[in-house]
């Protein structure tokens, strides 16, 4: 035991009696016949069964992980795994262990982390029963493609749990999800910090349990699973629907200021606010996009962008200041011609086209400059306490 292990396979397990003394026969059988010297970790979340004797009679050792979850177990067996790669695999014999042997070449030859993939798309295979219609032909094409498109990762499966990584990858990672989404939280974050990752295709059994089903809650782990999605991508949650609100916005000022008919309607003060909430509404969402962005770049949840670090507090406050004293300065006009003209009655549709703007400019300044400050703090360090 003195040896470090070269792979770890790690089981998460809730009273998987019927099928994890097959689950570690297969990955002890695979690691054995190609001479792999690697261990089998069974990552214990409270089974009431005899789960853990099983699977110690066929040659693994547990850990007990009281933190409920399928991602705190994996942590936590993971932390107890002493390999330099991991492979992880549920224990409801719908992965093939004797698979192993193609996730190994592949960490071998210099990947980070390998993703098996069970859809036909990257060369998997499901068979009859093994998936539930739903999730194959809606939620993880799906859940994939988003995948694909928001971070730019080449995996055509995200959600399949059988998957190898080096122990160094997952140590940089800082993993945190405790449930079903942190099979996906480890994709994207491997995406954003550029590790190299391929995939490899499997075969899907039908799940061999017989005392309960699937541990998996579709719509529940579905809408966890997008919301992780829109957690890391700030670009994709704030910065683009709000850079659109904004394009919407001076695309109202563009028509309403010359009063551009349109299908003879006549476009005015009225399309103005409109136009005018729009922009506030886009402002704000570019605002968040830029403090979530240096919120998880603080907290290692994904790199920092290089452009935003130039950006400095001093920059938005001044910024802030100058759309404020623009709008202001539009304000001013309208109350000096209030003034000129006794504080009488004004001409609402030709002095609202100076007031809209006017605040809207005060209101985007004044929240650049609050966002500026707040900027600040989240940079803000925290100290390292030695003891």
């Not at 006009?333 to 809209?356: A, C, E, H, S």
Request: hydrophobic share 45%; proline share 5%.
């Amino acid at each position: 035991m003195t040896e470090q292990p070269e792979l770890s396979v790690v089981m998460p397990c809730l009273n998987e009696a019927d099928t994890v003394g097959i689950c570690v026969e297969k990955a002890v059988r695979a690691m054995r016949d190609r001479g792999v010297n690697g261990e089998v970790v069974l990552a214990d979340n409270g089974s009431s069964d005899n789960s853990k004797e099983i699977a110690v009679s066929m040659g693994a050792r547990t850990v007990d992980v009281a933190e409920p979850g399928y991602g705190a177990a994996l942590m936590g067996g993971i932390e107890a795994s002493r390999g330099k790669f991991v492979i992880m695999g549920d224990c409801d014999d719908s992965y093939d262990f004797l698979e192993i042997p193609a996730f190994v070449d592949q960490l071998r030859q210099g990947s980070d982390l390998v993703q098996g993939c069970r859809l036909p798309r990257g060369g998997g295979h499901v068979l009859p029963g093994a998936m539930p219609f739903l999730h194959r032909w809606f939620g993880n094409p799906v859940l994939s493609w988003l995948v694909r498109l928001m971070f730019r990762i080449p995996i055509h499966d995200v959600y399949c749990g059988m998957r190898g990584f080096t122990r160094e990858l997952y140590d940089n990672l800082d993993l945190r999800s405790p449930g079903m989404e942190f099979a996906t939280e480890m994709i994207i974050k491997s995406g954003l910090h550029n590790a190299r990752m391929t995939q490899v295709p499997i075969t899907l059994h039908p799940d061999g349990r017989q005392e309960h089903g699937p541990h998996l809650r579709t719509f529940r782990d579905g809408w966890r699973t997008l919301r992780l999605f829109l957690v890391f991508s700030p670009k994709w949650t704030f910065f683009r629907p709000g850079s659109l609100l904004i394009l919407i916005g001076l695309l109202g000022y563009a028509l309403a200021l010359p009063q551009i008919r349109i299908f003879n309607a006549a476009l005015d003060v009225h399309t103005l606010l409109i136009a005018s909430l729009s922009i506030l509404l886009g402002w704000q969402c570019v605002l968040l996009a830029t403090l979530a962005q240096i919120f998880a770049a603080r907290e290692g949840m994904m790199p920092a962008l290089p452009r935003l670090e130039k950006i400095t507090v001093e920059h938005g406050i001044g910024f802030g200041l100058i759309m404020f004293m623009a709008g202001s300065l539009l304000i001013s006009i309208v109350i000096v011609t209030w003034w000129q003209g006794d504080f009488g009655k004004l001409d609402y549709p030709q002095t609202m086209r100076l007031v809209i703007p006017g605040v809207t400019l005060v209101a985007v300044g004044f929240q650049t400059a609050m966002a500026s400050l707040m900027a600040g703090v989240l940079r803000m360090q925290r100290r390292n306490h030695h003891v």
